[in-house]
């Protein structure tokens, strides 16, 4: 496993992360949940991502659980708050209250004395920046987290976060965590950018477009019993944005190219997302163990410049 430093701060990361959205806690088996986590972490991982919002709490806890069987130092938790946790009209968003009373909900979910990044999941238009950014300094002058960072905020708001942490004095944000892979490039225009300017690092999800650049999806046929595509749980953003007759001829172009390399689509894919300077870390949503055992490799795969050629013009970044 390699590791890189988050932006220009001095944690460093596996290049490769697990995540738990939709699979440790809710589509994975507790017994499932424990074998990927211990896979994970005995092959270097070191970054687990998850949310407070994850099956409601449940992938906190799932991965809390098994999490307690290694040395805390040598984890690095994120979790996240902004969604809705409960049905009163200051059960979401990113106010002050909300921030300070999911944070602790989450390490009581976690079994965790502290958290090292405590995440905006998405931003909030109805809370001032200020508000949000002092209750992430309270927490960390607490002791409860250690840094803060965002996910899919625009170029204009991580700037103007940074602007205003610096004029009161708090801490800036480290990290962001946005969508990005080959058919979804569009953080190359202004976001990647913007972090490197400010020293963020990035942490990416959906590298694989929900399963969409493994090749498993023919043109012509509906999605496999089993797949994600198939599944209502997990299908709907997938099926907005990449399930398209296009996309599937494009997953085989995508396998004839990672043949020639001898490797997966998948674990090509994943490597082209590494490629960046700006991402720190990708993070693998694996459903099953054996997913999990081939995307690791992904790591070690170097891409060479007529395959990165190739999948530019496969993948073209739409402006």
Excluded at 86 to 93: A, E, I, S
Aim: proline fraction near 5%.
């Amino acid at each position: 496993m390699k590791y890189r430093k988050i932006g220009k701060w001095g944690a460093r990361l596996s290049c490769l992360g697990l995540g738990s959205y939709l699979t440790v806690g809710f589509k994975c088996s507790e017994e499932e949940s424990r074998e990927t986590i211990k896979m994970a972490y005995d092959n270097g991982i070191n970054f687990f991502d998850t949310a407070n919002a994850y099956n409601n709490g449940e992938a906190e806890k799932i991965l809390g659980k098994y999490l307690k069987e290694y040395p805390r130092s040598s984890l690095f938790i994120v979790t996240k708050v902004f969604a809705p946790m409960g049905k009163g009209p200051n059960d979401k968003g990113l106010s002050a209250k909300h921030i300070s009373e999911q944070c602790h909900a989450s390490l009581k979910r976690l079994g965790m004395d502290y958290l090292d990044v405590y995440m905006c999941h998405r931003p909030d238009p109805d809370t001032p920046l200020e508000e949000t950014i002092c209750a992430m300094e309270d927490l960390a002058r607490q002791g409860k987290i250690l840094y803060w960072g965002t996910s899919e905020w625009s170029s204009t708001q991580i700037v103007k976060a940074q602007s205003i942490a610096k004029q009161i004095g708090a801490r800036p944000m480290i990290i962001n965590e946005p969508r990005y892979s080959l058919l979804y490039r569009y953080p190359e225009e202004e976001l990647f950018p913007t972090t490197m300017e400010e020293g963020i690092g990035n942490v990416v999800f959906s590298p694989l477009a929900h399963g969409m650049l493994t090749g498993k999806y023919l043109p012509g046929q509906s999605p496999p019993k089993g797949s994600r595509a198939f599944d209502t749980d997990q299908n709907e953003v997938m099926l907005e944005m990449y399930w398209n007759e296009e996309n599937k001829k494009r997953g085989q172009e995508l396998v004839k190219i990672s043949k020639e390399m001898s490797v997966t689509a998948a674990q090509l894919a994943l490597a082209w997302c590494l490629k960046r300077q700006e991402v720190t870390s990708v993070i693998l949503g694996a459903r099953r163990i054996e997913q999990l055992r081939e995307n690791l490799k992904a790591a070690e795969i170097e891409i060479p410049d007529e395959v990165m050629n190739k999948l530019d013009k496969l993948y073209p970044l739409i402006k």
